[in-house]
């Protein structure tokens, strides 16, 4: 059963506007989450991340929004630009109590911003 | 460069090959990792090191057998696989072991494996 859901597999923007993506987790255990952009032949790379003491994180064009209660978070992108086209994955790790589990990562959305 | 250099890019091998995936990191750091991505699944972890002592093996099959001779060099030995185990492997690393704040992986390009 999949722990991090991203239940858009594609979304398309017009430039200048703002890109939303949405992501769902199911592990209560979850405290730090990220998100990753990632473009084609190339490896996935860091874009910006939360933890769970906070409910917004914001770097530049780019703002996380998590909410605890509903087990969700999002990534806004504004102004959109045609660069920001690319696939991009969440991801989350918690704070298992030992071991090195990694980051669990969703199935991605691929992000098409429109001229 | 992005620190984390995987060759190599496309690998073609049939069910009856050996073959072994490289990769090497550039920044220092304790930790390194093998993800799988096949298509239309999420990134799938398949083996931790830190400080070149597996600490992670995410019931991968025994066909897949990774070698961490330092901590800048890691390897994914291949031999007798599937056509279904054809997908995107990457390597990353990280400054230490991940175990949640603050920690961030980088990734390599990864090596699009394609099993006949």
């Known amino acids: 059963d999949q722990q991090v859901k991203q239940n858009s597999p594609s979304l398309s923007v017009q430039e200048g506007r703002i890109s939303i993506l949405n992501c769902d987790y199911t592990n209560s255990m979850f405290d730090y989450f990220l998100w990753y952009k990632k473009y084609p032949a190339e490896g996935p790379t860091f874009l910006i991340s939360?933890?769970?003491?906070?409910d917004k994180n914001e770097d530049g064009r780019f703002t996380v929004f998590l909410n605890k209660s509903a087990k969700h978070l999002s990534l806004h992108i504004v102004p959109s630009q045609p660069g920001d086209s690319a696939v991009y994955f969440c991801a989350a790790s918690g704070q298992s109590g030992g071991g090195a589990d990694g980051l669990t990562f969703g199935k991605g959305t691929h992000l098409i911003i429109q001229p | 460069e992005t620190g984390v250099t995987q060759t190599p890019r496309h690998l073609v091998m049939g069910m009856t090959n050996k073959k072994s995936l490289k990769c090497e990191q550039h920044?220092?750091?304790?930790?390194m990792y093998w993800y799988k991505q096949s298509a239309k699944k999420p990134l799938e972890l398949m083996f931790v090191y830190n400080f070149k002592e597996q600490t992670e093996n995410n019931s991968v099959p025994s066909r897949f057998s990774p070698e961490c001779p330092n901590s800048s060099h890691l390897f994914l030995h291949l031999h007798t696989l599937q056509p279904e185990d054809s997908a995107l492997y990457l390597c990353a690393s990280s400054q230490a072991v991940f175990q949640g704040t603050n920690e961030k992986l980088f990734f390599g390009s990864g090596t699009q494996l394609s099993v006949l």
């Open positions: 939360i933890s769970s003491i906070k």
């Open positions: 920044l220092g750091h304790n930790a």
